[in-house]
Every structure is written in C-alpha cells, then in structure tokens.
C-alpha cells in the first residue's frame, strides 16, 4: 500500500517462491546494520551500466547539510559537536552515521541517553536556525522510557541539560494526544517529566496515531473513486466526517507554533511515540 493508497501487486515467475520470499527479506531486512543499504547499491549496479547515471543515495550529504545551516564541524563556538558514534549503526540503526550533539555532551552520556529512549533514538540536532540574530535549534528523538515508575536516567537528565543550555530553556511538543502518551507508560514508554530538567515545557499536539491518520486518508480516497461524486452538501459531509481535515489542521498549527518559537530564538525538541 502506498502513501496516495494505491495497492500493488507483483508477479513473480519464479518457481520456488519461498526461497524467493526468503532472499527478499534478507535483502531488505538485513541481520547486520551494516548491509542495511547493500541491496539498493546492488540493485542500481546491475540494472544500470551507463556510467553518469544519477545516484539518488547521494542526493542527502549530511555533512553539506548540516555546514549549509552554518555548522562547520572544525568550529565548537557554538557548543555543538559532530559525533561518529553512530558509524556503525551500533548506538540506533534508524539514526544516521553522523550526529550532531552539544559539546559537553560525551558519547559516554549519549549511550545512555539512547537507553532511555525507545528504538535509542536519543535527542539530536536537525536544524540549526542562524538568521536575524537567533542562534536556535530544532531536536528530535522518541519518547522516553519512563514508564509507570516515571523512571529516571542521569544520562537522559544532562544531555537535555546541555540542550536546555544552548538557549536557555526548551520546548518539547509531544506529536501525540496525552491519553495516548500516557497509556505508553504501561508499555514501557511515556512521556518527559519537566520536573527532572531546567526551564523545558511540555505540549501535547494531539495528533492521532499513523493508523488512525491512515484510515482517515483511505476515507478521502474511497470517496475521491465514487461514481456519484457531486459537488453538493453531502460531499462536504463525508469530507469532514472522513477527520482528514482535522490531520492538516492540526499538523499546520504545530508547525506554524514551532517555526515561531524558532524565529524567537528558542530551542523546540519534537517527538511521538518512536520518533520515526
């Protein structure tokens, strides 16, 4: 199923379509982290021989990306440093090789910061924001770990202190609605408890989760096919009881409240519940 709710379907001429099925997992759900992109490089080796054909795997340098924000890896006036941690995808395999961290937070306080999160996506720059006199930053990460014991992590507590020093407080916005936040700390999850960090505020957005979002955009696209499709009232109707509305509307407030507090020259850490 695709993201515009398209479904394909594949033939596959191959007779021993259970050795077929198994070589595809492998390849696409790799054992070892670092054959985790193999497939695709293999892929474009074989069906492409030409030798200028355009590598979409090196659109993204993050490196470039992140000295395009103004952040030169041989500078650390601004409290920020590239971390390699990640070279291997040991510390989380869905975090890229290259992280970008405050100074003083060592890899040390950065593996076990990752403990405390689900997935060990721990907080990490993404976006630096140097215009107009603001030095602020926006961070991302999943929930924490805190579950119904509202566990605590040391490592947890000064990376986000170090965060927090950047600009003196934060923002955290929860993507999800509270009662969802809170019904993950019974599954090991949860939510920050400001009390354990300096100057950082909570908001919960509201936004259902990806299933929710997708039955309601199955709901717009069943009614875009239908034969009776008629600009009149009940169109209208089915369109807002399909709550796909309430998604953009929701996503656009937050954005717009983020990139505001940005232009403010404050910190913003965003998260659901895995932080993907």
């Known amino acids: 199923v695709l993201k515009d709710s398209r479904n394909l379907r594949f033939i596959i001429y191959n007779k021993n379509n259970v050795k077929f099925y198994g070589d595809l997992t492998e390849a696409i759900f790799p054992k070892d982290p670092k054959q985790l992109f193999t497939y695709s490089f293999d892929y474009l080796r074989y069906l492409f021989s030409f030798r200028n054909f355009y590598n979409g795997w090196d ?17 650390q006036s601004l409290q920020i440093r590239y971390t390699y941690i990640n070279e291997n995808f040991e510390l989380c395999q869905t975090y890229p090789p290259i992280l970008v961290v405050p100074v003083k937070s060592t890899d040390t306080i950065l593996k076990e910061a990752a403990d405390h999160r689900t997935k060990n996506r ?6 630096y924001y140097n215009k107009h006199g603001c030095t602020s930053s926006l961070w991302r990460s999943s929930q924490s770990k ?3 014991t509202n566990k605590k992590s040391e490592g947890d507590v000064k990376h986000m202190e170090n965060i927090i020093a950047l600009n003196q407080k934060i923002y955290i916005y ?38 929710v979002a997708r039955k309601s955009l199955e709901n717009v696209y069943s009614l875009s096919l239908s034969k009776d499709l ?17 998604f953009i509307q929701k ?8 990139a505001t507090k940005l232009s403010e020259n404050k910190s913003v850490l965003i998260h659901c519940s895995d932080g993907w």
């Open 174 to 211: 929860d993507a999800r609605p509270y009662f969802n936040a809170l019904a993950n700390r019974a599954k090991g999850g949860g939510y920050e408890n400001v009390e354990h960090y300096t100057n950082a505020i909570l908001d919960f957005c509201k936004i259902d989760n990806i299933h």
């Open 230 to 246: 008629k600009i009149n009232d009940k169109i209208w109707s089915n369109l807002d009881s399909s709550n796909w509305f309430v």
């Open 251 to 258: 996503v656009m407030k937050y954005s717009l409240e983020i």
């Open 59 to 75: 659109v993204y340098d993050i490196e470039k990306e992140y000295q395009r924000q103004g952040i030169n890896k041989e500078d």
């Open 146 to 148: 805190a579950g119904v």
């Open 122 to 127: 721990l907080p990490v720059l993404t976006y």
